[in-house]
């Protein structure tokens, strides 16, 4: 017999979760070494930092139930980075430090860098010789990489949906071909 529930949980193989689990790593850093102890920023920098990371992996296993909460899930995710970003734009602002634009020498440099195997082995290998400017261009650019491919993410599970439809659609479906004794398509990937 064919199931109609699909395969969910494949988040730890996607680029996006392991760059969510590293800003997580960097922003704790950040705030420890640049944000005064007992400010409700460092709360609120982890917490954003946090929840990008773990709503994508809460709405990949809804996945298996529930599309609309997978994306749902996803744009939070996608939301609280871009909330965390601003807490960065903020610090720069606040303390009259550059940020730094897309077509900036250092930016450039800096996007090579953050692709790189050695910033993916070890991303905090430099956190302690960054300054503050640095450390925040450095997140910002991570951040902006994350969130778009998180739009893209969020883009092929509405393809997905569309495709193969919801849970109530495959039950359907899986019933039907219960019935008939013909085989259902079984939920693509």
């Known amino acids: 017999m064919n199931g109609f529930l699909p395969k969910s949980g494949g988040y730890r193989q996607l680029r996006a979760f392991r760059l969510t689990e590293i800003i997580h790593e960097l922003t704790a850093v950040f705030v420890k070494r640049f944000i005064r102890p007992g400010s409700r920023t460092v709360d609120q920098m982890e917490q954003a930092a946090r929840s990008g990371k773990q709503n994508i992996a809460e709405g990949s296993k809804a996945s298996m139930t529930s599309k609309g909460t997978e994306i ?59 300054n503050a400017e640095e450390y925040c261009n450095m997140c910002i650019t991570l951040i902006n990489q994350t969130t778009y491919m998180l739009r893209r993410l969020i883009e092929r599970q509405q393809e997905q949906f569309l495709r193969d439809g919801g849970i109530k659609e495959r039950m359907y479906r899986a019933r039907v071909s219960y019935r008939t004794g013909r085989p259902s398509t079984p939920p693509s990937d």
């Not at 634009?101 to 860098?113: G, N, Q, V």
Request: glycine share 2%; net charge positive; hydrophobic share 35%.
């Open 72 to 130: 749902k899930l996803t744009n939070v995710a996608k939301a609280s980075l871009e909330e965390l970003q601003l807490d960065y734009e903020d610090y720069l602002r606040h303390n009259g430090l550059r940020l730094w634009d897309k077509a900036h020498p250092r930016t450039l440099r800096l996007r090579d860098y953050l692709r790189s195997d050695v910033f993916m082995n070890d991303p905090v290998r430099y956190a302690s010789t960054m």
